[in-house]
């Protein structure tokens, strides 16, 4: 491709999403498509001789756009807001146009720079005091998986320079709770702790972390001649949005000496909301390290995870490799950023930050986050007044969990209940929710967060749950 056909393939590219932009609520949010649709619309193998491009872009139309699910849709309010601001679209598709890597500080001195200034704006937007230090990775997979590991190293006093944990003597274990994301433990496993060796603390009503079991657990493990190494605690736990007593939790953390990292993957968004930082108290005292996905709700396109560590020294000494071709006269002076993770490339990600923060500004991200707490609101007093409905968790942010129990549904049918209306739902193309499971039930989560989300979308899925719940109720009864 000529830099002239690329402008104007780029423009047509541009025209292309910005059209599907403007009329993606004419899309059903889920489509209907069954497994091997799309690969049986594929070749097998790949074109020998070169195709039109005029090709590739018909094909976004006939096999990509009727098969996706429309995470952008007003109506979307599946898993996680995972919204995509334009600037932020924009800023992503420089990081790609660009093609830079940042091996090192050398290899492209912006992808560097602009990282450290936009992810220091960040820890400012988010109320973190100067102590700490920031990167972005990937995903909260990965910051938690880099946490376990800096714990490890910390609690062993750098085994991995010996024999690593194969060689010590005491088994370390890792405490969280049945509230936390799957990454959690598959993080754990990865670090090499065993599944036997982490500990799933109880809950409370309220799906937090009861800091007294966590203690107790603590406790039970020394004296069973095991090493305590780390706790995860949850601010914005996967399926309710439940909110772990950081407080308490820290001052456990620091009597036992163990690492505290705070999963606050979608809901650390929230602390730029000053009025909400009572959710994360404690973290200045206590915490270790922490995660926030800005690519969950605040609007910059996956991926974006910003991960938040206080020993900066501790990080690079676990996570440092410096062969002899990556280095540079200026590393005295300069970060290397591969040497804060696991990766050795960095995508040029702090674009699609910077770029959002600035054409929105703290305040346009705000604005657009307390909207959707109100409308999560309006849901829960919605659902709260309906009779045979109930919302099963304090709707602290933008999830609200419901239930339907019409009483003409025996108990030990409500489980397949609830998921059979969550699918119909799903299925009806005219919202998308997701069903999960919280003190042992199922119930479904109406995830609020997509940019283009209005009042009148709120009332819609409202309407669209019930009419599907009441007319599964006689198949149930
Ligand atoms: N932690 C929490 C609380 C989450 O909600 C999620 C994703 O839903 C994750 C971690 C994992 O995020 P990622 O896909 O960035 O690894």
């Given at each position: 491709m000529t830099p002239e056909e690329f402008r104007k393939r780029g423009h047509e590219i541009i025209d292309w999403l910005a059209d599907y932009h403007a009329k993606?609520?004419?899309?059903?949010?889920?489509?209907?498509t069954q497994p091997g649709d799309v690969k049986a619309m594929l070749p097998v193998s790949p074109p020998v001789d070169a195709e039109g491009f005029d090709e590739i872009i018909a094909d976004l139309d006939s096999v990509v756009l009727p098969n996706i699910s429309h995470w952008q849709h007003p109506r979307f309010f599946g898993y996680f807001p995972s919204n995509s601001l334009g600037s932020g679209i924009l800023g992503d598709l420089v990081c790609s146009g660009l093609g830079?890597?940042?091996?090192?500080?050398?290899?492209?001195?912006a992808v560097t720079e602009i990282e450290e200034v936009t992810v220091d704006w960040f820890r400012q937007m988010v109320g973190l005091s100067s102590a700490w230090f920031g990167v972005i990775n990937d995903t909260a997979s990965t910051s938690t998986l880099v946490a376990l590991l800096c714990a490890r190293e910390k609690s062993t006093g750098f085994s991995l320079v010996r024999q690593?944990?194969?060689?010590?003597?005491k088994p370390l274990t890792i405490y969280t709770s049945a509230?936390?994301?799957s990454s959690v433990e598959k993080a754990a496993l990865l670090a090499g702790?065993?599944?036997?060796?982490?500990r799933m603390v109880d809950i409370d009503g309220n799906f937090a972390m009861r800091p007294e079991a966590l203690e107790d657990a603590i406790i039970a493990d020394i004296h069973a001649g095991l090493k305590p190494c780390a706790i995860v605690a949850a601010v914005?736990?996967?399926?309710?949005?439940s909110i772990d007593p950081v407080s308490e939790i820290a001052a456990i953390a620091r009597k036992h000496g163990l690492w505290l990292h705070i999963d606050a993957a979608m809901a650390g968004n929230a602390m730029i909301l000053p009025e909400l930082r009572w959710m994360w108290e404690g973290i200045e005292e206590g915490a270790d390290s922490v995660v926030i996905n800005a690519h969950k709700w605040l609007g910059v396109p996956f991926d974006c995870s910003l991960y938040f560590v206080r020993d900066e020294p501790h990080l690079l000494r676990v996570m440092s490799a410096d062969p002899s071709f990556l280095q540079s006269q200026a590393d005295e002076k300069v970060r290397n950023l591969r040497n804060t993770g696991i990766p050795l490339g960095r995508r040029f990600r702090a674009l699609k930050l910077w770029f959002a923060i600035r054409e929105q500004g703290v305040s346009g991200l705000q604005a657009r986050l307390r909207r959707d707490i109100s409308l999560a609101q309006d849901l829960r007093s919605k659902v709260e007044a309906t009779p045979g409905w109930e919302v099963v968790a304090p709707v602290v942010l933008q999830t609200v969990c419901i239930v339907n129990r019409p009483k003409s549904v025996p108990s030990h049918r409500l489980d397949d209940f609830t998921r059979a209306w969550a699918h119909s739902v799903n299925a009806s193309g005219q919202a998308y929710v997701t069903p999960a499971i919280a003190a042992g039930h199922w119930m479904v989560r109406v995830s609020i967060g997509t940019i283009c989300t209005e009042a009148s979308d709120i009332e819609a899925v409202w309407r669209t749950i019930q009419e599907v719940a009441t007319a599964l109720v006689p198949e149930f009864s």
């Open positions: 993606i609520s004419d899309y059903p949010v889920q489509p209907a830079v890597l940042g091996l090192s500080w050398q290899s492209s001195p690593g944990l194969q060689a010590e003597l509230s936390a994301h702790f065993g599944r036997e060796n982490v914005g736990g996967t399926a309710t949005v």
